[in-house]
């Protein structure tokens, strides 16, 4: 027991410190290639702070453990919203400045949505699977296109003052390649750690995946959203968990469907499913500003806290 909680340490300390050096350097090679600091924020830095979700999620469907596959991407959803952003506003409320984050709110709730229409019947198949990859593909495209369309908005000017400077491409290569095999390796570490511990306690893989790992996973988005609040780039700071929350819906979600497709658990889609839906309405609310500029405020942010140890009590309650 104690081994496998070791490994579950052992296996989130290497992933955040593997997907740190993976983005650095993903974001240092870009920017020296010429790409925009827009394009890299959105594309490569949104890649790298969610390719933890996205390698252990692929690891664990390859190794038939899809319940925690799922339970990561769904779980890491609700993570972002109500405990990342809740933490990340109560250090500082924020307000939403970016254009460009507001048209990507909706295509978040749009894709969420997607995901419950496919996955209504309580079954995630490979045809499912490969749709939600697909959307993913598309969701892709329209960033880019987007990016390139909306040089001056708010969020470049945030993202170029995040971008690593005076790191060469070569180093930025090797970062590359070595934060990558640093996420594959300390994936497989916190699977297997992780799978040990839901059969030793008789948890099933769904909630050690809405939960221990989720969390685990997000820790890269928690320290890039606190770290932009404090700075006060909260565009960043939200945008890290919209743009997040989408990839981990399309790609994350679809990883399983692909890999080790079949059934879930029934209450992924009574409970788990309108808990994502409900906090992304919220965050939309919130930070879409109706009335004028979107805010999160501090009570915004311990309603938030709340609805997530709320969450925790009724999955282990």
């Known amino acids: 027991m104690l081994t496998a909680v070791g ?54 469907a390859w190794e038939g453990n899809s319940g925690l596959s ?13 405990l990342i952003l809740g933490i990340a506003a109560l250090v500082r409320p924020m307000a939403v400045h970016s254009g460009l984050l507001r048209r990507e709110l909706p295509i978040l709730l749009a894709a969420i949505l997607f995901a419950l229409l496919i996955m209504i019947d309580g079954e995630l198949n490979r045809v499912d699977g490969l749709l939600l990859l697909a959307g993913f593909v598309v969701q892709i495209y329209w960033t880019v296109s ?50 040990e511990i839901a059969t030793a306690f008789g948890i099933s893989d769904l909630i050690i995946g809405l939960t221990i790992v989720a969390i685990g996973t997000s820790l890269p988005e928690l320290a890039a959203s606190v770290a932009a609040a404090l ?50 309405l919220a965050l939309f609310a919130m930070a879409y500003g109706f009335r004028g500029e979107g805010k999160i405020n501090r009570l915004e942010a311990s309603l938030l806290l709340c609805s997530f140890l709320g969450y925790q009590w009724v999955l282990f309650g």
């Open 231 to 280: 700075k006060g780039e909260h565009d960043i700071a939200i945008g890290n968990v919209v743009g997040s929350n989408t990839f981990n819906t399309l790609a994350v979600l679809g990883l399983p469907g692909v890999i080790g497709p079949g059934p879930f658990d029934p209450e992924l889609l009574t409970r788990d499913f309108p808990m994502m839906i409900g906090l992304t």
């Open 70 to 82: 799922i339970g990561n991407a769904v779980g890491s959803n609700i993570t972002n919203i109500a």
């Open 146 to 195: 987007l990016a390139r369309r909306e040089r001056a908005d708010a969020l470049a000017s945030e993202f170029e003052a995040e971008i690593p400077t005076g790191m060469s491409t070569q180093r930025g290569l090797f970062w590359i390649g070595f934060g990558l095999l640093l996420l594959i390796g300390s994936s497989r570490i916190l699977v297997w750690g992780a799978v």
């Open 7 to 60: 490994a579950v340490v052992l296996g989130f300390a290497l992933l955040i410190w593997g997907a740190d050096r993976f983005v650095d350097g993903a974001a240092a090679t870009a920017r020296n290639l010429g790409v925009s600091p827009l394009m890299v924020g959105l594309l490569i830095v949104g890649f790298g702070t969610s390719a933890p979700e996205m390698l252990v999620s692929a690891l664990a």
